[in-house]
């Protein structure tokens, strides 16, 4: 009997090999977590002023870059408040001089290679997901929850329609991810590796926050909208390829719709960005905010995303249909001085090819007179022909 008991029983060694894995993942997953009630208002150390609000599991070490490009790191936390101080004011424009990838997937280097053999061109895909797929909003869904189709769905939707007008194809998952909770990200990371096999120029995992309606407030350009904002996690082995990554995106809407992108909150956690360089987690407006308004936000990040992964004239390619090339805006007007560049050119360079052949300017304007008097002849001899 003592025997048999003994063969039962699990070796120490495996029992410890469990517990050390759950204390390294259980930070993750906790930092992945969300609130249940309330939200996390974080305030500069010092002064007490407001930096910003999330429904996000704040942590010591976390850093935010605020709308105004200002990065500030969390040193204390207590309670559902944070304190955190300045670190450094953040010239964004320099992300858009780095590559937006420095570190590339053994999938995409080898789809990469597949198409340079075939001479093949690849396509512009983007794939977008929800890891919380129940997340709604109040003023347009009803609830802040509906568990499997949430309104969060919508939004993507928003984005996916929007980037298809611009020529790119999106690949969206509907496959939800319920319940809400620490788990969320382990059941979407089987997601996102199904979608990364379409190899996408981007992925994106599309999400609300939990905070006050007027946090994601905002107008660009006289449109009221639901702003936008990027979350970056810090336990990463990609972390500076994907910051670099999520501050081009922010770099580009600073420029072209100031007050679309809130910030970028960089927390602790992985939000499954370890699987791909161009990973971006984003949150459109908050649940108390309009759907509607939140994917007026999406339609206009689709721009956005379209010039960070394909540049200002993405839109600029040969039409395989027959048809004409999509213009870019003012190209025609720069054609046509072109031509007339050209046709001058040419006018200048036959003028200087009789003026060489012909020996200098005196001997080539006798022969122009010489010319016209031989062809006024040859017309009174064609009228005298006429009349006869």
């Known amino acids: 009997m003592m025997r048999a008991a003994s063969k039962n029983k ?27 009630k309330g939200y996390y208002t974080v305030y500069e150390e010092g002064t007490n002023k407001k930096i910003f609000s999330t429904a996000r599991v ?4 976390d850093q935010y870059l605020n709308e105004q490009n200002i990065l500030y790191e969390i040193v204390k936390v207590s309670g559902n408040k944070a304190y955190a101080k300045f670190k450094e004011e953040v010239d964004i424009e320099q992300a858009l001089e780095l590559p937006e990838s420095q570190v590339t997937s053994e999938i995409f280097q080898d789809k990469q290679d597949t198409l340079k053999t075939s001479g093949e061109k690849k396509e512009k895909v983007v794939a977008i997901y929800h890891t919380h797929s129940d997340e709604s909003y109040i003023p347009t869904d009803g609830k802040a929850s509906i568990p499997y189709k949430g309104g969060i769905f919508k939004v993507g939707s928003a984005l996916k329609t929007a980037l298809e007008k611009k020529g790119i194809k999106v690949i969206q998952s509907y496959q939800p991810h319920d319940p809400h909770d620490s788990m969320a990200y382990q059941r979407s ?7 990364l096999k379409n190899v996408p120029d981007a992925i994106i995992d599309i999400h609300r926050d939990g905070v006050p309606a007027e946090e994601y407030q905002g107008q660009v350009k006289g449109q009221t909208i639901a702003k936008m904002q990027l979350v970056v996690g ?7 390829t994907i910051d670099n990554f999520a501050k081009q995106i922010k770099a580009t809407a600073d420029k072209k719709y100031p007050g679309l992108i809130k910030g970028i909150f960089y927390g602790k956690g992985g939000f499954n960005q370890d699987l791909y360089p161009r990973s971006i987690l984003i949150e459109a407006g908050t649940y108390t905010n309009s759907r509607y308004k939140a994917q007026d936000g999406a339609n206009i990040l689709a721009d956005v995303i379209a010039t960070t992964l394909y540049g200002e004239d ?16 003012k190209e025609g007007s720069n054609t046509f001085k072109t031509l007339l560049w050209v046709i001058g050119l040419i006018i200048v360079g036959f003028g200087g090819y009789m003026l060489i052949s012909t020996g200098g300017i005196n001997e080539l304007s006798a022969k122009l007179k010489s010319f016209s008097s031989r062809k006024s002849t040859l017309n009174e001899k064609k009228k005298d022909n006429d009349n006869e």
């Open 10 to 36: 699990i070796p120490t060694k495996i029992i410890t090999i469990i517990i050390v894995l759950m204390l390294l993942w259980a930070p993750t997953a906790l930092a992945e977590q969300e609130m249940e």
């Open 58 to 61: 704040v942590s010591i070490g």
């Open 189 to 195: 990371r089987r997601t996102a590796t199904e979608l």
């Open 234 to 240: 810090r336990q990463n082995p990609q972390l500076n």
């Open 314 to 329: 993405y839109e600029k390619e040969i039409d395989l249909s027959g048809r004409k090339t999509t213009e870019v805006p």
